[in-house]
T-cell receptor, first 123, second 106 residues
């Protein structure tokens, strides 16, 4: 069974940092592009970042570029999101999400999602 | 960035009805368009990808169509478990972008 489990959320002050982790099971992380998608309370979905299988292609939303860093450890089936210089508008549930395909230079539909971890940025 | 305009933002329907949601991209995205269902407090679920391909295990009452910039999503014979929020998403060009969502209510 495919599972994605996020951790690392919590309450942080503006300007602070959080490191989100996502451990996957039921499939090999190395075979899939991975994404982070967030959802502010009561709002819609916002794609945050994606990383290809070998980390050769990395993309970010303009709203987080220069502040967030996505990375992966295929050997340990782990995906990360380092979030620095956090702002109140970054408050959201962050979902780890698997892409359906593995070709590095294109995007793929997201077919599996974790249950999310809540990051709250507030003083 | 590609803007995805989804309408309506909400609709009311009854069990057994058919409902249609539209999604318009601000530029041509070929058929790189997904539809997701999200229930309150849950993660989204992929229903349709490549505009019209049904994800494995998704009931055939869900369907999608379109190409270029204009897309539609239809649920026929609406079931109680279908009351949820639906999102379109383009995955042609970064940044990947979602529509604003359509809440389907009883």
């Amino acid at each position: 069974e495919v599972q994605l489990v996020e951790s690392g959320g919590g309450l942080v002050k503006p300007g602070g940092s959080l490191r989100l982790s996502c451990v996957v099971s039921g499939f090999k992380l190395s075979g899939h592009t991975m994404n982070w998608v967030r959802q502010a309370p009561g709002k819609g979905l916002e794609w945050v970042s994606s990383i290809s299988t070998s980390s050769n292609y990395i993309h970010y939303a303009d709203t987080v570029k220069g502040r967030f860093t996505i990375s992966r450890d295929n050997a340990r089936d782990l995906l990360f999101l380092q979030m620095d210089s956090l702002r109140p508008e970054d408050t959201a549930v962050y979902y780890c999400a698997r892409a359906k395909g593995s070709l590095e230079w294109v995007f793929h539909p997201i077919d599996y999602w974790g249950q999310g971890t809540l990051a709250t940025v507030s003083s | 960035d590609i803007q995805m305009t989804q309408s309506p933002s909400s609709l009311s329907a009854s069990v057994g009805d058919s409902v249609t949601i539209t999604c318009q991209a601000s530029q041509d995205i070929n058929n790189y368009l997904n539809w997701y269902q999200q229930k309150t407090g849950k993660a989204p679920k992929l229903l349709i990808y490549r505009a019209s391909t049904l994800e494995t295990g998704v009931p055939t009452r869900f369907s999608g169509s379109g190409y270029g910039a204009d897309f539609t999503f239809t649920i026929t014979n609406l079931q109680p478990e279908d009351f949820a929020t639906y999102y379109c998403q383009q995955y042609d060009i970064s940044p990947l972008t979602f529509g604003g969502g359509t809440k389907v209510e009883i």
